[in-house]
């Protein structure tokens, strides 16, 4: 089963498990496996590589060293037939060919260690894409559950907070309205006072013989006679 598939059926979760948010944090655990899995591949997969072009380097060196021992052996045959020799340059001649069959099979199994180093080479590159690809979608919905969480808990306070001060406001309202209605109360006690007390010292005064409303209705009309002259 892939990683694809575990995933799936971690979403639709079994018997023991019908909460969604036990669904999903199941398959986060299922990719957190999957990401430590593929990483111990990569590791291994770079130890691996590492191990066969080494052993391309020393194929490498064989070669070489089978191609110096030529040189030299070719000096050699070289100087016997200087010496007309030709018994003892044919000698090195046999020497050359053995090493040049061993030379041939350095070549050969440096070629078939390339080939290996390539191969390995590329299922890395592939591996680490695959790995990195995994890592991105496993922070991704890590932290996408983290803003949903806190998007969840912002919502439910807030949705608390808005009961809250709504209450409040209710509250406040009911409280301005009972100032208002006693401020009134106040106002009207105010004035009924006021009255209370202009009609007493209306009723003092005419007690005393002192007409209010008629003295100002002179003072009015002489005011008028004054203006006629």
Same mark, same amino acid.
């Given at each position: 089963?892939?990683?694809?598939?575990?995933?799936?059926?971690?979403?639709?979760?079994?018997?023991?498990?019908?909460?969604?948010?036990?669904?999903?944090? *199941?398959? !986060?655990?299922?990719?957190? &496996?999957?990401? =430590?899995? %593929?990483?111990?591949?990569?590791? /291994? #997969?770079?130890?691996?590589?590492?191990?066969?072009?080494?052993?391309?380097?020393?194929?490498?060196?064989?070669?070489?060293?089978?191609? *110096?021992? !030529?040189?030299?052996?070719? &000096?050699?045959? =070289?100087? %016997?037939?200087?010496?007309?020799? /030709? #018994?003892?340059?044919?000698?090195?001649?046999?020497?050359?060919?053995?090493?040049?069959?061993?030379?041939?099979?350095?070549?050969?199994? *440096?070629?078939?260690?390339?080939?290996?180093?390539?191969?390995?080479?590329?299922?890395?590159?592939?591996? /680490?894409?695959?790995?990195?690809?995994?890592?991105?979608?496993?922070?991704?919905?890590?932290?996408?559950?983290?803003?949903?969480?806190?998007?969840?808990?912002?919502?439910?306070?807030?949705?608390?907070?808005?009961?809250?001060?709504?209450?409040?406001?209710?509250?406040?309202?009911?409280?301005?309205?009972?100032?208002?209605?006693?401020?009134?109360?106040?106002?009207?006690?105010?004035?009924?006072?006021?009255?209370?007390?202009?009609?007493?010292?209306?009723?003092?005064?005419?007690?005393?013989?002192?007409?209010?409303?008629?003295?100002?209705?002179?003072?009015?009309?002489?005011?008028?006679?004054?203006?006629?002259?």
């Amino acid at each position: 089963m892939n990683i694809w598939s575990k995933m799936i059926a971690a979403l639709k979760g079994d018997d023991d498990e019908h909460s969604e948010s036990r669904a999903d944090a *199941r398959a !986060i655990r299922l990719l957190d &496996d999957e990401v =430590r899995s %593929a990483s111990i591949a990569l590791s /291994e #997969a770079r130890d691996a590589l590492a191990e066969l072009m080494a052993k391309q380097k020393l194929a490498d060196e064989q070669v070489n060293d089978w191609q *110096r021992k !030529i040189t030299e052996h070719e &000096d050699y045959a =070289r100087q %016997a037939l200087t010496q007309n020799n /030709e #018994a003892l340059a044919l000698e090195v001649a046999e020497k050359i060919v053995e090493f040049e069959a061993q030379q041939q099979d350095a070549v050969d199994e *440096r070629a078939a260690y390339a080939r290996h180093v390539k191969d390995a080479q590329q299922i890395l590159r592939q591996t /680490e894409r695959s790995v990195t690809r995994l890592k991105q979608q496993l922070d991704t919905i890590k932290a996408t559950q983290s803003v949903q969480r806190a998007q969840a808990a912002i919502s439910q306070r807030s949705a608390g907070s808005g009961k809250r001060i709504q209450t409040a406001q209710d509250s406040l309202e009911r409280l301005r309205q009972r100032q208002a209605h006693k401020a009134a109360q106040f106002d009207v006690d105010n004035d009924l006072n006021v009255s209370a007390e202009k009609d007493d010292l209306l009723a003092k005064l005419e007690q005393a013989g002192i007409k209010t409303n008629g003295t100002q209705i002179d003072r009015v009309f002489d005011r008028l006679q004054a203006k006629k002259k």
